[in-house]
């Protein structure tokens, strides 16, 4: 099975690398000066799971041939247009683009562009972040990876990936409800995101002010309404985990939008992670204060960033 990762930066440099050690064929699909960087070092992996360090192959957007079974797409969502644009020619009549990004506005422009059809679901819950000197780190013991069909044209071939994504470590799930696993991690990320980014603080911190387990649930509930109306109610079980990560009074947590914005980036994922969640609410006239606020906040820190 031949595999398609564009860039190889922290998430998709991290998986990529995965699978090249389990004895995939994976190439990289990179801007000139990173391939330049990966062919004087090589790709470097810091992990819990066990330090990589591998020679990859690596091509640039004009040498990309329709010769791939997955192509991984792991950008930001600001560079969705430009990341679509450049995986096209790669995306033949036997090929299928796996996302891991939160949210479903991607999964509406991929479906645009490449029919439903040929768009997996994926949900992965992992922290990597790409150092400075080009390698990757990966923050934390934890990785789950859930991939699944979301027409029932591509349920064999889901399970393929699946079945290569398992010979890597972590927790690997093979799922038959992407959507519904899909809308929970946008709650978790879009509630989240909204109360850190809004405090510029951990969930800890949050939750040890006055009214910040207050914030906090009224974002989840917002969120909750929304994917209710939308045909995707949580069950208890998704409930208590979001619940679990969200108001934890020792959490360390903050979502990577506020880590970004601490970090003075010059843009930011509010739009689809945010300002896309309102936009449903106002299909179904949902009420969504807390997440106004939120989405104005996130706002107001792109018109500064533009304005320097």
Not at 196 to 213: D, F, K, P, V, Y
Not at 226 to 244: C, N, P, Q, T
Request: charged share 20%.
């Amino acid at each position: 099975m031949r595999i398609l990762v564009l860039g190889a930066g922290a998430l998709g440099g991290y998986y990529g690398a995965q699978l090249l050690q389990a004895g995939g064929d994976v190439t990289f699909l990179v801007r000139p000066r990173r391939r330049e960087l990966l062919r004087a070092n090589g790709l470097a992996v810091k992990s819990v799971f066990g330090d990589i360090q591998s020679k990859v192959k690596a091509v640039l957007a004009g040498d990309i041939e329709p010769l791939y079974d997955i192509v991984l797409l792991t950008c930001k969502a600001y560079d969705l247009d430009t990341a679509i644009a450049s995986i096209a020619p790669a995306v033949g009549d036997n090929s299928v683009v796996l996302p891991l990004l939160n949210g479903f506005s991607a999964y509406d422009a991929l479906d645009r562009r490449f029919g439903r059809h040929r768009v997996l679901g994926g949900v992965a819950y992992i922290a990597t972040k790409l150092l400075p000197n080009g390698d990757i780190a990966h923050l934390s013991p934890f990785d789950k990876l859930i991939i699944g069909a979301r027409d029932p044209i591509h349920a064999v071939t889901a399970r393929s990936i699946y079945e290569v994504f398992s010979r890597t470590p972590g927790n690997r799930t093979l799922s038959e409800r992407i959507e519904a696993q899909l809308w929970e991690k946008w709650v978790m990320v879009c509630a989240g995101a909204a109360a850190t980014c809004l405090m510029r603080s951990t969930i800890g911190q949050i939750m040890r002010t006055a009214n910040g387990e207050q914030l906090i649930r009224a974002l989840i509930s917002e969120c909750q309404q929304i994917a209710r109306k939308s045909g995707f109610a949580l069950d208890d079980v998704a409930v208590r985990s979001i619940e679990g990560s969200l108001l934890d009074p020792n959490s360390t947590w903050a979502a990577s939008m506020m880590r970004d914005i601490e970090s003075g980036a010059r843009q930011v994922e509010a739009d689809a992670i945010v300002g896309d969640m309102i936009e449903r609410a106002r299909q179904h006239s949902i009420s969504t204060p807390y997440l106004d606020v939120a989405y104005s906040h996130l706002q107001a820190y792109a018109l500064q960033r533009t304005a320097s």
